[in-house]
């Protein structure tokens, strides 16, 4: 009772926020080519990347998108750089933010453009001609680039400004939205029932395998009735209906960060871990099937790495000099950018990719038939 009255603030400001924008009070704006918004309702962890990732493997090997311009809109979580910027292959994770850089690198087809201000960052990926004029790109490092025939908007969710065409809402498997608290008891940013403007919801970091029961009393949680495990769907309380699909993560095998790196460590009884993620332990499990873990590193999400933290790395590898040091993909995008790491680090160093995959190729069918329907929908 004590934590209801004290959430009540934040509840009834995020009841009033809402009610504004659906009310027409406060301005929103659409965008001229379809935008697939990837979000969720919790502060971090829910693998919002990789599903963005996986999205975008589904439209360049679509025959409708694979031969368009497809564009990535983030917001470049930490970066120092201001206002709109188109990210580079080449460039660094301090600029950009870890997460659109690693994107760039595994896409490089696709245009990924970092901004605050997802209205005027859809605009000027649409028009790139304004950026000549466009006070927020005057400091834009690369202007070439083509206009957008679709654009994927990464964590843009809460951003109620930009009404996106399709919202693709993710949830973690282990911390359900209705066991959650509002922040600061929990981890929800947003309330729960705004889950239902959703059209597909995914449940993610699932086992790799779940019974139909267990689905269905997930999708009975959501308040989605009828919901089956042929169609995957349900109808939700007002009546519309919404596809509910469940992912699982699958660790790749280790990728040198440094052109230095021998590969012979990966072979390795022992590994020394160290992460700047919301949530580890799903790698953790992973690697321990494989490896002892020596020494384990948590950092904050998106740490920015120093020398005291490469000096802390280098001291557990020479305690324990056989072993493999390894850290996440997004990591390593930030460790990039550090000057003098010491060579015997570089020829350790592995980083862990990570694709997520849905528990069924009848579930990756759905989703994939779903999505690119609702895009031959697309009226501007």
């Not at 399709?166 to 309330?191: A, E, Q, W």
């Not at 449940?203 to 029961?213: A, F, Q, V």
Request: with cysteine; aromatic share 10%.
């Amino acid at each position: 009772m004590l934590r209801k009255i004290l959430l009540a603030p934040y509840y009834l400001t995020l009841k009033l926020r809402h009610a504004l924008y659906d009310k027409g009070i406060w301005k929103v704006r659409t965008c001229k080519v379809p935008t697939i918004c990837v979000g969720n309702i919790t502060a971090g962890g829910t693998g919002k990347t990789p599903h963005t990732e996986m999205i975008l493997r589904t439209l360049l090997s679509s025959h409708e998108w694979g031969k368009r311009d497809i564009a990535v809109l983030s917001r470049g979580h930490k970066r120092s750089s201001w206002g709109f910027q188109q990210v580079t292959r080449d460039g660094r994770a301090a600029i950009f933010g870890d997460e659109p850089l690693q994107m760039k690198k595994r896409f490089p087809v696709v245009t990924v453009a970092v901004d605050r201000n997802r209205v005027e960052g859809c605009d000027l990926l649409c028009h790139p001609e304004k950026l000549k004029t466009s006070r927020r790109a005057r400091k834009c490092i690369d202007k070439d680039f083509k206009p957008a025939d679709l654009i994927v908007l990464d964590d843009a969710f809460q951003y109620r400004s930009l009404k996106a065409y399709f919202n693709i809402i993710l949830v973690d498997y282990s911390r359900p939205t209705y066991k959650d608290n509002l922040l600061p008891f929990g981890r929800l940013r947003d309330l729960p029932e705004r889950l239902h403007y959703a059209d597909i919801i995914v449940i993610t970091k699932c086992p790799h395998y779940l019974e139909d029961e267990q689905k269905i009393r997930w999708a009975e949680a959501f308040g989605l009735k009828g919901y089956s495990t042929e169609t995957c769907r349900g109808t939700d309380r007002k009546g519309a209906e919404k596809t509910l699909l469940f992912s699982s993560i699958n660790h790749c095998p280790l990728k040198p960060v440094f052109e230095k790196a021998d590969p012979r460590y990966s072979y390795s009884k022992k590994i020394i871990l160290f992460s700047g993620i919301a949530k580890d332990t799903p790698l953790r499990m992973h690697l321990s099937d494989t490896y002892k873990i020596v020494r384990h590193f948590k950092f904050p999400d998106h740490h920015k790495y120093n020398r005291w933290d490469i000096a802390k790395i280098c001291r557990a590898s020479r305690e324990h000099p056989t072993a493999v040091i390894a850290t996440t993909e997004k990591d390593s995008q930030r460790l990039l950018d550090l000057k003098n790491v010491p060579d015997t680090l570089q020829e350790r160093l592995f980083q862990v990719p990570i694709e997520v995959c849905f528990l069924s190729d009848h579930e990756k069918e759905v989703f994939e038939t779903t999505l690119l329907t609702a895009l031959r929908n697309f009226r501007a």
